[in-house]
């Protein structure tokens, strides 16, 4: 891991990969899919103003494995968590997941650590 001293600008910062996973309710995944096709232009501004690149998501049943490039991600999801056009986007989602499982002090989403990287 590589220093990056705060005063460096963060749209100047190396991004980073992250990944994280939430879970659909049964029988969600056809809206949440259908909803995917189409999210709003405005929610993809803001996505990419906050400084989010690369966003993925990935779904096995009810699994969904989501993974972004920022430069730092608590800084880009703190400029999109109270943001209304996510404010939203969430409570449009929200009847589609399960209730979160084994959050961590201080997180907003079950956070995957990188293990291994091929370039």
Excluded at 6 to 27: N, S, T
Excluded at 47 to 62: F, K, N, P, T
Excluded at 63 to 78: C, H, I, M, Q, S
Excluded at 87 to 100: E, I, S, V
């Amino acid at each position: 891991m590589s220093f990056v001293p705060k005063h460096v600008p963060e749209d100047a910062r190396p991004l980073r990969r992250y990944a994280f996973i939430l879970r659909l309710r049964k029988g969600a995944a056809e809206a949440y899919e259908e909803a995917h096709r189409a999210v709003w232009p405005d929610m993809l501004a803001l996505l990419r103003s906050a400084g989010v690149r690369e966003y993925s998501i990935y779904r096995r049943d009810e699994l969904l494995v989501l993974t972004l490039r920022a430069a730092d991600f608590e800084a880009t999801w703190g400029r999109i968590e109270n943001h209304p056009v996510n404010l939203r986007w969430q409570q449009a989602m929200a009847p589609l997941f399960a209730p979160p499982e084994d959050l961590r002090p201080g997180e907003w989403f079950p956070m995957m650590k990188e293990v291994f990287y091929l370039p």
